[in-house]
């Protein structure tokens, strides 16, 4: 496999659910991304990761919690969601160290999430 | 403080005409300019980009965009528009540590 994997493709939870998004990349490289992606509304970057250490992290509601166990994988656990959290949530990857995205981002397919 | 602006949120040309998505930066570093691509409930893919050298960049299913820094413009062109191109199209501009994506262009084709 190549590029960059998420999963699910989609996912229903109710607001009570626990549950998680995977991301993995194969490309080697060394920062991966977590954005949102709300109908009619700029992508949202949430959360940042360098070498598998937070670099960012832009406000994101604590009810999303990331998890980056190696520089391959990247984790969203979610709990409790609001029906406003339905979204496509994109996972990326980048060459170069986190913020310093000059190759560009290489962007999984996303997960489609709707909260019930 | 560097941002991208794309003008127009929405466009329409007919099948066989020239596509031109605009894209305006500010930045106050030399920028690095890109153009993604996203078909319905997809990611986003790259079209092409811009880092040093020649200011005319081509990239995948025949696009291209000019690096005007005069302008400080970016804008996206096709000579011939397919009905595959309908899609959503984004502008961004790394610069220094910071990664900015426009809001977004929807692209229609009519046949």
């Known amino acids: 496999e190549t590029g960059v994997t998420q999963t699910p493709r989609h996912l229903v939870m109710g607001m009570t659910n626990k549950k998680s998004l995977k991301c993995e990349q194969h490309?080697?490289?060394?920062?991966m991304y977590w954005y949102k992606q709300s109908a009619k509304k700029p992508l949202e970057l949430m959360f940042v990761?360098?070498?598998?250490?937070?670099?960012e992290n832009n406000s994101v509601p604590s009810r999303f919690s990331p998890e980056c166990p190696n520089s391959s994988h990247l984790f969203l656990h979610l709990h409790t969601l609001q029906p406003e959290d339905s979204a496509l949530y994109l996972c990326?990857?980048?060459?170069?160290?986190?913020?310093?995205?000059?190759?560009?981002?290489?962007f999984g397919s996303g997960t489609r999430l709707t909260v019930v | 403080a560097q941002s991208v602006t794309q003008l127009g949120s929405h466009v329409s040309v007919s099948e066989g005409a020239l596509v031109l998505l605009r894209c305006n930066y500010s930045?106050?570093?030399?920028?690095?300019l890109f153009w993604y691509v996203q078909y319905p409930n997809q990611g986003l893919q790259l079209l092409l980009k811009?880092?040093?050298?020649?200011?005319l960049v081509k990239g995948i299913n025949g696009f291209e965009a000019e690096f005007k820094k005069s302008e400080t413009s970016f804008h996206l062109t096709k000579p011939s528009a397919h009905m595959s191109d309908a899609a959503e199209y984004f502008c961004?501009?790394?610069?220094?540590?910071?990664?900015?994506f426009g809001t977004g262009t929807s692209l229609t084709v009519i046949p």
């Open positions: 930045s106050s570093v030399p920028p690095y």
């Open positions: 961004a501009v790394s610069a220094g540590n910071q990664f900015y």
């Open positions: 990326a990857s980048s060459q170069d160290r986190a913020g310093f995205a000059n190759y560009g981002y290489t």
């Open positions: 811009y880092t040093t050298g020649a200011t």
């Open positions: 990761y360098s070498l598998e250490e937070r670099v």
């Open positions: 490309l080697g490289h060394n920062a």
